[in-house]
């Protein structure tokens, strides 16, 4: 995918001689960024996902097999899930 940015070009410019002495282009640093933080994005729905199953099984949520929120019951609720 191609994409345009609006970014000042002194910024540009300074960012691309880093990348050059660093023996990389400025598409490359900004692929490694975007990759980087995705990366981390996906780390992080990972963590909270364990940290939902840890509290479910540490205070032993039990739900009948097939039942569901409905969309206003879990609107109205809230849980706190705090280690």
């Known amino acids: 995918m ?3 940015l609006s970014i000042p070009p002194a910024i540009v ?3 691309r001689e880093w990348a050059e002495a660093n023996g990389t282009s400025l ?3 900004v692929r ?3 990759e980087a933080k995705v990366a981390e ?5 990972k963590t909270r996902s364990r ?3 840890e509290f479910a099984a540490e205070h032993e949520v039990a739900v009948p ?3 569901r929120w409905s969309r206003k019951e879990a609107a109205e609720r809230e849980m706190e899930c705090v280690k």
Do not use: H, M, P
């Open 2 to 4: 191609s994409i345009t």
């Open 13 to 15: 410019q300074e960012v």
């Open 27 to 29: 598409n490359r640093y």
């Open 32 to 34: 490694d960024c975007l």
């Open 41 to 45: 994005l996906k780390e992080a729905r």
């Open 51 to 53: 940290s939902f199953l």
């Open 65 to 67: 097999k097939g039942w």
